[in-house]
């Protein structure tokens, strides 16, 4: 070791120390204490208080003892091995951006966080693991302005939950004390129980008591109930621990007196034992199962102070006006006297008033309103000392105008016009007079009643005569001839016959007979005319031959045969027009092997549509479209075929070097299993295309695809060698024309 001691040195710029087995430079202060180092390596060592005004380190600072910095600005990362003692000074963090600045990171995974962003203050825990707050006193989370408690955590004690500064829910040994309302959104539940058998919600409109496992009582502190509710059962009332009142299923049952100032019983009142009632009012019917005793006078009064009936006590009964005498069990016989009139009332179904002297039967009123006279009560027989006879009656109404003679006159209860029916005769006319319709009745409806069915109707308001169903009308010859030879029936005569209008007679051949519809008598005011005219074999039925003030000489719709076999409808003139829904049915047909859908044919349309072509000006592109086209088209369908053609003919116009990809708007959508395709048959300048694989000398097929549920034709191609699938593509010219036409065909549901 070389060593110099001086005292200064100065225009010495470079101290060389040299060569030894050390390699080492040293400083030494004048008690021969080393104070700087340097060694082979160029690592420095200062034994000693380094001041400098600036000290810039590119490497790492080892300091052994203390380092007493006034501004320390660190721009990398700063690791100590033991403890960061502030002294008295603070840890202070900027606004933090991110994760990389200002933040107080904990854990080896950046788990758990504490920073400020300029505006708010963070609590992160990045990680899976919890956060404890573990505090060996009491907790508090409190305002920082004025130190109002938020959360008030005692140790070994509760927590209080304040709301400005006033508590409003604290814990305890028994559970938690709330200061205030609980308030609880619309169908929201408040449960009890381990089950969440009881429950208390309000669903908007309804507040709800819910017991779904136990009976719900209210009661005293000491367990004494004064109110139970037994789920899907009944009700108890208590006082002093025994039921007073219960319902169940046939009511109520009462222990005990009932007190009441006023009762309206709807229904039985079943007393065992005594009933005492200063005044009683019966709305309905009394029953008494045993006798009833009335020592003086008995009244019977209606909503108020008016006597239905008295009951003296020396037995008479006195009925006020319009107050019935009921008998019978369900009130079918009623007499009573009102405004003047003495009523003897049936009401009951199917029971006779019967008049009767001597024990026999005099006159019967049926509950149809039928009057009999002599005829023996359980009997059917006349009794001829009481049969009447004969019926003598006087003259109604006269005058000299006919129609106007009525010597019976029928009224009919409820009709507003119930004295203008009767019979009557003039000039040796036996009149049926009606101000309304004329109904004529024949045969039964069945079931014994004895009632008829309506034949024939007059119709005052429609002026007309209406022959019912099942209800003929025959017209005759003459007298040396009453064969009928035309009917008008309506319905059908019998099982299987479905005539409405009848011609009847011999018919030679070439003869004929029609049904004519005319406004007038000349044959140019015919207006529609059906004929039928014979021949043998086979006849001819024709439809139409409209004149409108001209003869016409053709029918525009013939049903002609040659024989009894078949015959062929033509259409001279006009179309067949079907309604929506409906078709030519084909089910008498027979069927193929296959399974058979529909025979229906019930559509028939052509038109045009506009067709749009999809396209991809990228050729090498395997997926999606770009640009779009439109072109031109033409449909027909039939049935639930549809058959269509486009045309796209300027393709070098405006999507020269395209990948073609599908073309939509096509007039109905197929059916969903739907799967067919065509050949593009008529093309010019198109190729196949596959990213970078374009075939145009080999061969190659280009069609076009429909699946199900769409509205689209999907575009394809295939050639015989790798990729072989891919899409049509036209040529990179402009010059020379390029286009295409498919002719494709689908089904529709």
């Known amino acids: 070791m070389s060593q110099i001691n001086l005292k200064s040195i100065t225009g010495i710029t470079s101290i060389t120390t040299p060569a030894g087995v050390d390699n080492v430079f040293t400083v030494h202060s004048n008690d021969t204490t080393e104070r700087f180092r340097v060694d082979s390596n160029g690592n420095q060592v200062i034994a000693g208080i380094l001041t400098v005004t600036t000290l810039d380190l590119n490497g790492d600072l080892d300091v052994d003892g203390h380092l007493n910095v006034d501004n320390l600005s660190i721009a990398g990362v700063t690791t100590a091995a033991g403890n960061v003692n502030m002294g008295g000074g603070n840890l202070i963090f900027g606004d933090s951006g991110g994760d990389s600045d200002d933040k107080l990171v904990f854990g080896a995974g950046s788990d758990f966080k504490i920073f400020h962003n300029g505006s708010n203050n963070y609590i992160d825990v990045a990680g899976n693991g919890h956060l404890y707050i573990r505090p060996k006193a009491n907790f508090y989370i409190q305002d920082y302005t004025n130190g109002e408690v938020w959360i008030d955590g005692s140790l070994n004690g509760g927590v209080q939950l304040y709301n400005n500064g006033l508590l409003k829910l604290a814990t305890d040994g028994n559970g938690i004390t709330v200061h205030g309302n609980i308030n609880m959104a619309t169908d929201s539940t408040l449960q009890l129980g381990v089950g969440n058998d009881f429950k208390l919600f309000h669903n908007g409109t309804t507040n709800y008591i819910r017991s779904a496992n136990g009976t719900i009582q209210i009661d005293n502190n000491s367990g004494v109930p004064n109110a139970q509710f037994i789920p899907g059962q009944g009700t108890r009332l208590y006082y002093g621990a025994s039921v007073k009142f219960?319902?169940?299923?046939?009511?109520?049952?009462?222990?005990?007196?009932?007190?009441?100032?006023?009762?309206?019983?709807?229904?039985?009142?079943?007393?065992?034992?005594?009933?005492?009632?200063?005044?009683?009012?019966?709305?309905?019917?009394?029953?008494?199962?045993?006798?009833?005793?009335?020592?003086?006078?008995?009244?019977?009064?209606?909503?108020?102070?008016?006597?239905?009936?008295?009951?003296?006590?020396?037995?008479?009964?006195?009925?006020?006006?319009?107050?019935?005498?009921?008998?019978?069990?369900?009130?079918?016989?009623?007499?009573?006297?009102?405004?003047?009139?003495?009523?003897?009332?049936?009401?009951?179904?199917?029971?006779?008033?019967?008049?009767?002297?001597?024990?026999?039967?005099?006159?019967?009123?049926?509950?149809?309103?039928?009057?009999?006279?002599?005829v023996q009560s359980g009997g059917g027989a006349p009794n001829s000392s009481t049969q009447i006879r004969h019926f003598d009656f006087g003259r109604d109404h006269w005058n000299s105008t006919a129609g106007d003679y009525r010597a019976l006159r029928l009224k009919v209860y409820n009709v507003s016009s119930d004295d203008v029916y009767g019979f009557g005769i003039s000039s040796n006319t036996l009149e049926v007079q009606s101000q309304q319709n004329?109904?004529?009745?024949?045969?039964?409806?069945?079931?014994?009643?004895?009632?008829?069915?309506?034949?024939?109707?007059?119709?005052?308001?429609?002026?007309?005569?209406?022959?019912?169903?099942?209800?003929?009308?025959?017209?005759?010859?003459?007298?040396?001839?009453?064969?009928?030879?035309?009917?008008?029936?309506?319905?059908?005569?019998?099982?299987?016959?479905?005539?409405?209008?009848?011609?009847?007679?011999?018919?030679?051949?070439?003869?004929?007979?029609?049904?004519?519809?005319?406004?007038?008598?000349?044959?140019?005011?015919?207006?529609?005319?059906?004929?039928?005219?014979?021949?043998?074999?086979?006849?001819?039925?024709?439809?139409?031959?409209?004149?409108?003030?001209?003869?016409?000489?053709?029918?525009?719709?013939?049903?002609?045969?040659?024989?009894?076999?078949?015959?062929?409808?033509?259409?001279?003139?006009?179309?067949?027009?079907?309604?929506?829904?409906?078709?030519?049915?084909?089910?008498?047909?027979?069927?193929?092997?296959?399974?058979?859908?529909?025979?229906?044919?019930?559509?028939?349309?052509?038109?045009?549509?506009?067709?749009?072509?999809?396209?991809?000006?990228?050729?090498?592109?395997?997926?999606?479209?770009?640009?779009?086209?439109?072109?031109?088209?033409?449909?027909?369908?039939?049935?639930?075929?549809?058959?269509?053609?486009?045309?796209?003919?300027?393709?070098?116009?405006?999507?020269?070097?395209?990948?073609?990809?599908?073309?939509?708007?096509?007039?109905?959508?197929?059916?969903?299993?739907?799967?067919?395709?065509?050949?593009?048959?008529?093309?010019?300048?198109?190729?196949?295309?596959?990213?970078?694989?374009?075939?145009?000398?080999?061969?190659?097929?280009?069609?076009?695809?429909?699946?199900?549920?769409?509205?689209?034709?999907?575009?394809?191609?295939?050639?015989?060698?790798?990729?072989?699938?891919?899409?049509?593509?036209?040529?990179?010219?402009?010059?020379?024309?390029?286009?295409?036409?498919?002719?494709?065909?689908?089904?529709?549901?």
């Open 246 to 374: 219960t319902t169940e299923t046939s009511g109520v049952n009462i222990t005990g007196i009932v007190t009441a100032t006023s009762a309206d019983i709807n229904g039985d009142l079943d007393v065992d034992g005594h009933t005492n009632l200063d005044n009683v009012s019966i709305a309905g019917v009394t029953t008494n199962t045993s006798a009833t005793y009335f020592d003086n006078q008995v009244y019977w009064r209606h909503s108020g102070s008016n006597k239905m009936f008295t009951l003296s006590n020396n037995g008479g009964m006195n009925w006020q006006d319009s107050v019935k005498a009921e008998f019978g069990n369900s009130g079918d016989l009623k007499i009573y006297h009102e405004s003047g009139v003495n009523y003897i009332y049936g009401s009951g179904t199917n029971f006779p008033t019967v008049f009767m002297t001597s024990a026999i039967e005099r006159l019967r009123i049926t509950s149809d309103g039928d009057i009999t006279f002599g």
């Open 438 to 749: 004329i109904g004529f009745y024949a045969g039964t409806s069945g079931g014994g009643t004895g009632r008829r069915q309506l034949r024939i109707l007059l119709d005052s308001s429609a002026n007309s005569l209406d022959f019912e169903s099942n209800t003929n009308l025959y017209l005759k010859g003459t007298a040396s001839n009453p064969t009928r030879h035309a009917k008008i029936n309506i319905g059908r005569e019998s099982s299987g016959e479905t005539r409405a209008i009848d011609i009847w007679g011999s018919w030679g051949s070439g003869e004929n007979k029609s049904i004519t519809f005319n406004h007038g008598s000349t044959t140019t005011e015919i207006v529609g005319q059906i004929n039928c005219i014979h021949t043998s074999p086979g006849s001819s039925l024709r439809f139409g031959k409209l004149y409108h003030s001209g003869d016409s000489s053709y029918y525009s719709m013939t049903l002609d045969s040659t024989s009894s076999a078949g015959a062929d409808l033509n259409l001279t003139n006009g179309n067949l027009k079907v309604a929506s829904g409906h078709g030519i049915d084909f089910s008498a047909t027979s069927n193929s092997s296959g399974t058979t859908e529909s025979e229906l044919l019930d559509d028939y349309e052509f038109g045009v549509f506009t067709p749009t072509m999809y396209t991809n000006t990228n050729i090498n592109s395997t997926s999606g479209e770009n640009s779009s086209h439109t072109g031109g088209g033409q449909y027909v369908k039939v049935g639930k075929l549809v058959t269509v053609t486009v045309d796209f003919n300027n393709l070098h116009g405006n999507a020269a070097d395209h990948v073609l990809r599908y073309i939509t708007g096509l007039p109905f959508t197929s059916r969903s299993n739907n799967t067919t395709t065509a050949a593009i048959g008529y093309q010019r300048g198109l190729r196949f295309a596959y990213s970078t694989s374009i075939e145009t000398t080999n061969m190659h097929h280009l069609y076009g695809h429909i699946g199900g549920s769409t509205d689209r034709i999907s575009l394809n191609a295939s050639k015989g060698s790798s990729p072989y699938s891919g899409w049509p593509a036209t040529h990179n010219t402009t010059s020379q024309s390029q286009y295409l036409r498919i002719t494709i065909s689908y089904f529709t549901s």
